[in-house]
């Protein structure tokens, strides 16, 4: 479904991604890991086409979709839900879900309500809260309204940008569960996790982001096993919260 | 005791041209974040399409107004394009908009002197009756009560497309975040062009309504309610939709108070000294707080 090819992108002449190859079959759930700063949002930007890479190719879907502007490529279905959420604070957490639909564009313009609904049978504090403002929501409240929001749009492509950041354990659980029920409906979703334990345990394969580049990648159960993998991305102290 | 009220209630139809005004200009700061140095030459330009149409296409004075909402509007989509959406392309600093819209601004009124012949011009005698009404002492005319109602019915179209509409959720989502409203699949740069549509419309429908208050249309009318517009947004809250409002009002009572009881030469006066002394202790003006939800300004 998506087929990154030798991306690289810059700021302003600084590299941030030097060549990534990766694709997400349709229907998987794949895992970019990676220390701060190793250009895991730099990626799903790039994607997005937020920003402009200087070389590689982004294909969806067999089109490619390089060079399109972020509100075409998010009208495609290939949606992200980005790092710290962005919520936008003074809209209710009803017209931030309804934004949501935009993105479906021409590919199914019928059934808001029952798409509403179907969030809100996922995230049901959503529902309580639907008059509220976005902003008055908890960090988890509004990450779940952020995920709605993209499943607003009918994504065909899931890409989650560390939606655990600054959660509370058991708020990333909630998180997290949400997420395998959508992969168990057969969501294709690409996570972007510095929690690499939880990403590991979560999908199906997984790549592991440093400087930009890809340094391994695997079916998840074996880079988990994987004492390398053990001994950077899985310290003794990730265990007491997850 | 009558003729405070009575220059109260002038000063209050007179304020809400101005909000009128001022709404477009803030709403496309709210926005955009950059000040539309142009708006005074498109609501100038409202008031030559509102004029025209009366004077050279025989038509009556709604269809004059809806004209000049449309043409002003489609002016100020024509603004964004030449001033604003090149720099913004480039990434240039916001000065730079500043500077490319006073240039517009310049070449719309340069065109306006052209076509008009540097003449001052009038609505047809009999255009609006002339019609008073007596109400509790205060001298009341047809005009007012019609700029009063037409205020009312634009700032409740205003409100209602942003509040209550999906272009309206768009353009607040832009106002917020571009690149969250670019992730949800709205193309900012439409959403950009119909801002710049709604408020070249609201600036085309105070042209034509001042044109014929004050009965004269010029290519140079734009310039005093730029400066006044800005005033008015500075007072009440870059950015603020209430504080557009509110900032009319008081600047036009003020305004019509002051030169009713004190002299036309200091009004300028005190209304600068309103904006200097509202800089200093509230600089974010005196709506600022206090409407978060309804004001349009990025946060
Ligand atoms: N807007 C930016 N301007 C310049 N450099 C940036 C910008 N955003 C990120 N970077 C740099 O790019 C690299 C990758 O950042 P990022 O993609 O945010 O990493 P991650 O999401 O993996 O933490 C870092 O070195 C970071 O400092
Ligand atoms: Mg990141």
């Known amino acids: 479904m998506l087929e990154v090819t030798d991306l690289a992108t810059a700021y302003d002449g600084i590299t941030a991604l030097r060549g990534v190859t990766l694709r997400v079959p349709t229907g998987s759930m794949v895992a970019i890991v990676g220390p701060n700063g190793a250009g895991k949002s730099t990626l799903l930007n790039t994607i997005s086409g937020v920003l402009r890479p200087h070389a590689g190719t982004v294909r969806f879907d067999g089109a490619d979709v390089t060079r399109l502007p972020a509100h075409k490529v998010a009208r495609l279905g290939l949606l992200q839900v980005p790092e710290g959420r962005q919520i936008l604070g003074p809209l209710s957490v009803e017209e931030n879900l309804l934004l949501g639909r935009l993105a479906r564009g021409a590919r199914a313009a019928d059934g808001t309500a029952d798409d509403l609904d179907a969030v809100f049978s996922l995230f049901p504090i959503l529902a309580e809260r639907r008059r509220q403002e976005g902003g008055s929501l908890s960090g988890g409240q509004q990450q779940m309204l952020a995920i709605g929001r993209a499943l607003m749009g009918r994504p065909r492509l899931l890409m989650l940008d560390e939606p655990s950041l600054g959660l509370s354990p058991i708020m990333a659980r909630q998180v997290f569960d949400a997420l395998a029920t959508l992969k168990a409906r057969g969501q294709t979703i690409l996570l972007v996790e510095q929690n690499a334990r939880r990403a590991l345990a979560s999908t199906d394969f997984a790549y592991v982001l440093e400087q930009g580049r890809i340094v391994q990648e695997g079916p998840s159960a074996a880079l988990a096993s994987d004492p390398r993998i053990i001994s950077h991305y899985l310290p003794e102290t990730d265990l007491s919260t997850s | ?299």
Do not use: C, K
């Open chain 2, 1 to 299: 005791m009558t003729l405070v009220f009575q220059q109260i209630l002038n000063g209050f139809v007179v304020g809400g041209t101005y909000a009128l005004f001022a709404l477009g200009f803030t709403l496309i700061f709210g926005v955009l974040h950059v000040l539309n140095l142009a708006h005074g030459a498109v609501f100038m330009w409202g008031a030559f399409v509102g004029l025209f149409t009366v004077t050279s296409l025989g038509l009556p004075l709604y269809v004059a107004f809806i004209a000049a909402m449309l043409a002003a509007g489609l002016i100020s989509v024509l603004v964004d394009l030449v001033a604003f959406r090149p720099l913004r392309a480039r990434g240039s600093p916001e000065f730079a908009a500043i500077i490319s819209s006073i240039g517009v601004a310049q070449i719309l009124m340069s065109l306006a002197q052209i076509a008009s012949q540097t003449q001052v011009y009038r609505f047809p005698f009999g255009t609006f009756p002339i019609v008073f009404y007596n109400v509790l002492g205060l001298r009341i005319s047809l005009q007012q009560i019609v700029i009063v109602a037409s205020v009312v019915v634009l700032v409740a179209l205003l409100l209602g497309i942003l509040f209550a509409t999906s272009f309206g959720r768009q353009i607040r989502a832009v106002a917020i975040s571009e690149r969250t409203a670019a992730l949800l699949g709205i193309s900012v740069s439409n959403i950009h062009g119909l801002t710049f549509f709604i408020s070249g419309a609201l600036a085309g429908a105070a042209g034509v309504i001042i044109g014929i208050a004050f009965n004269s249309v010029h290519f140079l009318m734009g310039e005093p309610y730029l400066l006044r517009g800005f005033v008015v947004i500075i007072l009440g809250g870059l950015g603020s939709i209430t504080g557009a409002l509110a900032g009319g009002l008081i600047f036009g009572m003020v305004q019509t108070l002051s030169i009713a009881f004190l002299s036309s030469a200091l009004s300028d006066a005190i209304l600068f000294g309103m904006m200097f002394l509202i800089l200093l202790v509230r600089p974010s003006g005196l709506f600022g707080a206090l409407h978060r939800q309804v004001r349009v300004v990025r946060q």
